[in-house]
T-cell receptor, first 115, second 115 residues
Framework: SAVISQKPSRDICQRGTSLTIQCQVDSQVTMMFWYRQQPGQSLTLIATANQGSEATYESGFVIDKFPISRPNLTFSTLTVSNMSPEDSSIYLC????????????FGPGTRLTVL | AQKITQTQPGMFVQEKEAVTLDCTYDTSDPSYGLFWYKQPSSGEMIFLIYQGSYDQQNATEGRYSLNFQKARKSANLVISASQLGDSAMYFCAMRELTGSYQLTFGKGTKLSVIP
């Protein structure tokens, strides 16, 4: 199984600022995903991070608010821009394999609080 | 569109007893995978078990087993011999194995193990 690390593990930020979350995987992976989990809620996919091309965003999420980078097959970043208290959530990086494989693992998450 | 339904917001089980967490799903894709994850209060998502739509046998992983009833579109998680450390949120998720590999999650079930 892939070992995934995220930085930071948690942060408290002021309204209007931005935070960049890093996701590092110990092996090359094709698919990387960013999920958000608002307090008391389930997980919602923000975007799929594609290596060498722009990320693919889900409905309700836009690049200006959540810019994503994927410079190589082991690393990705998610930036939460111009934060408001509604952005307080756990942000999770996930990696998956190709069709037919069952691997779908998550990083430890970044717990973000916006004041 | 995919949909996952978990109808039990909370469950209690006596230590050492077995418990079943319900999950039903809806998809028009004949090729899909079903996942169960455990989320303790720390926030990390721990992969428990996987069932492919074409798998002939129900999946088992240690104390976890998946009761897969394809005709009824249900994928219930059975935890045998519950332990205090099993207290957590449990999420059922599905991924279609063609096209996008994103996971769709249910709302989760909070399991509390009573000593």
């Amino acid at each position: 199984s892939a070992v995934i690390s995220q930085k930071p593990s948690r942060d408290i930020c002021q309204r209007g600022t931005s935070l960049t979350i890093q996701c590092q995987v110990d092996s090359q992976v094709t698919m990387m995903f960013w999920y958000r989990q608002q307090p008391g809620q389930s997980l919602t996919l923000i975007a799929t991070a594609n290596q060498g091309s722009e990320a693919t965003y889900e409905s309700g999420f836009v690049i200006d608010k959540f810019p994503i980078s994927r410079p190589n097959l082991t690393f990705s970043t998610l930036t939460v821009s111009n934060m408001s208290p509604e952005d307080s959530s756990i942000y999770l990086c996930s990696v998956g394999g190709t069709s037919g494989t069952k691997e779908q693992f998550f990083g430890p998450g970044t717990r973000l609080t916006v004041l | 569109a995919q949909k996952i339904t978990q109808t039990q917001p909370g469950m209690f089980v006596q230590e050492k007893e077995a418990v079943t967490l319900d999950c039903t799903y809806d998809t028009s894709d004949p090729s899909y995978g079903l996942f169960w994850y455990k989320q303790p209060s720390s926030g990390e998502m721990i992969f428990l078990i996987y069932q492919g739509s074409y798998d002939q046998q129900n999946a088992t992983e240690g104390r976890y087993s998946l009761n897969f009833q394809k005709a009824r579109k249900s994928a219930n998680l059975v935890i045998s011999a519950s332990q205090l450390g099993d207290s957590a949120m449990y999420f059922c998720a599905m991924r279609e194995l063609t096209g996008s590999y994103q996971l769709t999650f249910g709302k989760g079930t909070k399991l509390s193990v009573i000593p």
